[in-house]
């Protein structure tokens, strides 16, 4: 990462090897505004094909046509896998996004091909996704054990209703997914380095576009 920035200090100046005229840094209110756009679709998709799948899964099961090892493995994974396969069309959806003041762009990390905004492929938007995922993995892990883990013990001291744990659980667990998924955009995705390219930030239109626009018109010759 050129300028990994935090989301608690002033993102620091980008380096050379960034775009000099038209790149922007990275500032938390654009991790935010680059966050909602993939987490709210993402979110909201997974969980109609979760309660899609859920239906689908509790009527196999009360047919026999699955086990019950099958049914409680399958309830339990299948949000995760549902969610992490949404992430794949959701994330190449955001990299394509051109947002009110700046759009996202892939640009080459060798200084020989310039600073031309790369074609959004399959495999590059593959390549972001998977670090998006495994450290979303790594980070829900920790999160579990710093966070839920404790929750847990303090909600069972007091021995609430069931309805109250699993609408409390769930609540929680959302606004967790939703910090993880902003702090790895804004912290992990933006200005890293993906093998052969970089996410970075530009203006929602090109600088020398943007230039000729306001530039004024050439004044016609005099006549003689």
């Not at 050129?2 to 922007?24: E, G, H, K, R, T």
């Not at 309660?51 to 509790?58: D, E, G, I, M």
């Not at 409680?72 to 955001?94: D, E, G, K, M």
């Not at 004024?216 to 005099?222: E, F, G, T, Y």
Request: include cysteine.
């Amino acid at each position: 990462m050129l300028s990994a920035p935090s989301m608690f200090n002033a993102p620091s100046v980008a380096s050379v090897a960034a775009p000099s005229s038209d790149y922007i840094q990275p500032t938390l209110n654009h991790g935010l505004r680059i966050w909602w756009a993939y987490y709210w679709p993402t979110t909201l998709i997974a969980a109609v094909l979760s309660f899609c799948v859920a239906y689908w899964l509790r009527v196999l099961y009360q047919d026999v046509v699955v086990s019950a090892t099958v049914f409680i493995w399958v309830a339990r994974l299948q949000s995760y896998v549902l969610t992490s396969f949404v992430a794949i069309f959701a994330i190449q959806y955001v990299l394509r996004r051109r947002f009110r003041r700046f759009r996202i762009a892939l640009v080459s990390t060798s200084v020989a091909e310039g600073t031309e905004p790369l074609a959004v492929t399959a495999i590059r938007g593959l390549h972001v996704w998977w670090t998006f995922t495994w450290r979303t993995i790594v980070y829900a892990a920790i999160a579990y054990v710093v966070v839920i883990l404790p929750l847990g013990w303090f909600v069972g001291i007091f021995a609430p209703g069931p309805i109250f744990t699993t609408i409390f659980f769930l609540l929680v667990g959302i606004a967790m997914n939703g910090a993880i998924s902003l702090f790895i955009i804004y912290s992990n995705i933006l200005d890293e380095e993906f093998g052969d390219f970089r996410v970075v930030l530009l203006p929602r239109e090109p600088v020398a576009q943007n230039a000729a626009a306001a530039a004024p018109p050439a004044a016609s010759p005099a006549s003689p």
